[in-house]
C-alpha cells in the first residue's frame, strides 16, 4: 500500500500536459486555460488621460491660492484637442479625454467657478500631474499582460478585450468521461429501489466534480455497467476514445468486483494501486494504450459516494488541473484551529473527515461534522472540506492547528445556515 504522499507524487509525475491548442471566441473563453501569453498590443493608456471632468492647465498657471484662468475649448472622451494650448490658458475637459499637450494638472469642475467671458476660476491650485492618467502607466506596448497558463476567470476576459483579443488561444479539453459500477444501482428517474437495491449517485456526483473546477471542462457520464466480467470488460472497450475515464466502485476485493481485473486484462498499466487513505483505500490509477499509441488515463474510485466524492477532490482533481498546465497547488490546504474533540482514533492510514470551516469573527476554526462513514453522503452536505489527520498522528485536541483541505475551493461556500459570519 503506497502513502498518501508518494501516491500524489507518483501522480504528478505521470501527468502529461496537454499541448493540443485550439482557438475560442472571447464570450466562450471562461474557465478555459491560456495556450499562450498575451502581449499589450499598445500602451494603456493610450495616452495622458484627464480621471476628472474638470479643467486642464500648467500647474504653474495657477497659484496656491487659486486664479482665474483663460478658456481655450472643450475637449471630450473620444475627442482630441486641435492645436496647442497657449501658456495661461485652460481647456475644459471630461473624463477619459486626452489631455492637450503642454498642460500638465486638472482640476475637477466642484474646485472652479466658471465665470462670464470665457473664463473660469480655479478655487485650488494643482500639483503637476494631479487628476491626469499618464499614458503607458498600466501597461506598455509589448509587454506581457496575461502568462500562458492562466485560467481565465472574469478579470481575464476583461482584460483579453482591453487587449483587443476577439479569439484566445486556450488549451483543449480532455474527454472526461464517467462510469458507475454494481448491480444494486438504479438510476434516477428509474423508479424506487427495490429489495437489495440502492440509488445511483456516483456517475453524475463526480461529473458534476469535473465541471466544477471550473475550467470548462465537460464530463459524460456515461451510465451504469453491470457487475460482470463482460460488461465491464465492454464498458472499458466502449470508452477508449476517452483521455480520462473515471470509473465508480467495483475495485475492492469483492467476489463481483470485477474493474481492476478487466483493466489488468485490457493492458492497464498500473500507476497507484491502493492507497494508505480513508476513506479510499482501493484506488487504481493507471493508463491504458490505444492502437495508436496514445493513452486513455483511467482512475477507478471506490464506489462509497463518499469515498468517491473524496478521492476525486484528492486525486482527480490534480491530474485535471495538471493536465491543463495549471500550476500547483491544486488543493486548498489550510491550517485552521479545532473547535471540538474529533471523534476517531489514529489509524496507519492518513484520514479525511467531513468538515465544516467557520468563518468567524475570530478567523477561521474548524468542527468535524456528524457522519456515519463513507456510505453517508448526506453528512457531507453540512461539509465544506476534510480535516486531514496523518497516518498514526496523536489525535488533536480543542484549539489544536489541524491541516484542513477545502473541497471545490473555487466554489468555496459556507454551508446555507452558516453563510453570514458568527461570532
Ligand atoms: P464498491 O466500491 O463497488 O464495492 O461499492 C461500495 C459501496 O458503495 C457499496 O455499498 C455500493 O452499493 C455503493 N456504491 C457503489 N457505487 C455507487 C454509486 N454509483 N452510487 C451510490 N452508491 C454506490
Ligand atoms: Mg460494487
Redesign the pocket.
Known amino acids: 500500500m503506497m502513502d498518501k504522499q508518494t501516491a500524489l507524487e507518483m501522480l504528478k509525475n505521470a501527468t502529461p500536459k496537454t499541448t493540443k491548442t485550439e482557438e475560442v471566441l472571447l464570450d466562450s473563453a471562461l474557465g478555459r486555460v491560456l495556450a499562450a501569453d498575451v502581449l499589450a498590443d499598445m500602451d494603456a493608456p493610450p495616452f495622458f488621460r484627464s480621471a476628472m471632468d474638470g479643467y486642464a492647465f500648467r500647474s504653474e498657471d495657477v497659484p496656491e491660492g487659486g486664479g482665474v484662468i483663460q478658456v481655450a475649448g472643450l475637449v471630450a472622451a473620444g475627442e482630441v484637442f486641435e492645436g496647442s494650448v497657449d501658456p495661461g490658458f485652460c481647456v475644459k475637459i471630461m473624463t477619459g479625454a486626452p489631455v492637450p499637450d503642454g498642460l500638465d494638472a486638472v482640476q475637477m469642475v466642484e474646485k472652479t467657478e466658471s465665470q462670464d467671458g470665457g473664463t473660469v476660476m480655479i478655487l485650488e491650485s494643482c500639483r503637476p500631474g494631479q487628476n491626469i492618467a499618464p499614458k503607458g502607466q498600466d501597461m506598455i506596448e509589448g509587454e506581457v499582460v496575461l502568462r500562458r497558463s492562466t485560467t481565465i476567470r472574469p478579470i481575464e476576459i476583461g482584460m483579453l478585450a482591453t487587449l483587443g483579443q476577439a479569439k484566445v488561444e486556450v488549451f483543449c479539453q480532455p474527454k472526461v468521461t464517467v462510469l ?3 448491480d ?2 438504479v438510476a434516477p428517474g428509474m423508479g424506487r429501489p427495490g429489495p437489495g437495491q ?6 453524475s456526483m463526480l461529473a458534476a466534480q469535473v465541471r466544477a473546477l471550473g475550467l470548462g471542462i465537460d464530463a459524460d457520464f456515461a451510465g451504469i455497467i453491470a457487475d460482470t466480467k463482460e460488461a465491464t470488460r465492454g464498458a472499458i472497450e466502449a470508452n477508449m476514445d476517452a483521455d480520462v475515464l473515471i470509473l ?5 476485493m ?1 467476489d463481483f ?1 470485477y474493474v481492476h481485473h478487466e483493466l489488468i486484462e485490457r493492458g492497464l498499466e498500473v500507476l497507484i494501486q491502493s492507497v494508505a487513505i480513508k476513506p479510499g483505500k ?1 484506488l487504481l490509477f493507471g493508463r491504458l494504450t490505444r492502437p495508436d499509441g496514445s493513452f486513455v488515463w483511467v482512475f477507478g474510485l ?4 463518499v469515498s468517491s466524492f473524496c478521492t476525486f477532490e484528492l486525486f482527480v482533481r490534480p491530474f485535471l488541473r495538471g493536465l491543463l498546465g495549471l500550476q500547483a497547488p491544486h488543493t486548498l490546504e489550510l491550517r485552521v484551529p479545532l473547535v471540538q474533540e474529533i471523534r476517531g482514533k489514529s489509524i496507519p492510514r492518513t484520514q479525511h473527515l467531513p468538515a465544516r470551516i467557520h468563518v468567524g469573527a475570530e478567523g477561521l476554526s474548524v468542527t468535524q461534522v456528524p457522519w456515519h462513514g463513507s ?1 453517508d453522503l448526506r453528512g457531507l452536505l453540512d461539509a465544506n472540506g476534510f480535516i486531514v489527520i496523518e497516518a498514526g498522528a496523536v489525535m488533536p485536541g480543542p484549539g489544536d492547528l489541524v491541516a484542513v483541505v477545502l473541497t471545490e475551493p473555487e466554489t468555496f461556500r459556507l454551508p446555507a445556515h452558516l453563510s453570514r459570519f458568527e461570532a
Open positions: 458507475a459500477t454494481g444494486e444501482l440502492i440509488r445511483e449517485s456516483n456517475g465508480s466502485g467495483g475495485v475492492s469483492g468486483d482501493p471506490p464506489g462509497n459516494p456510505g
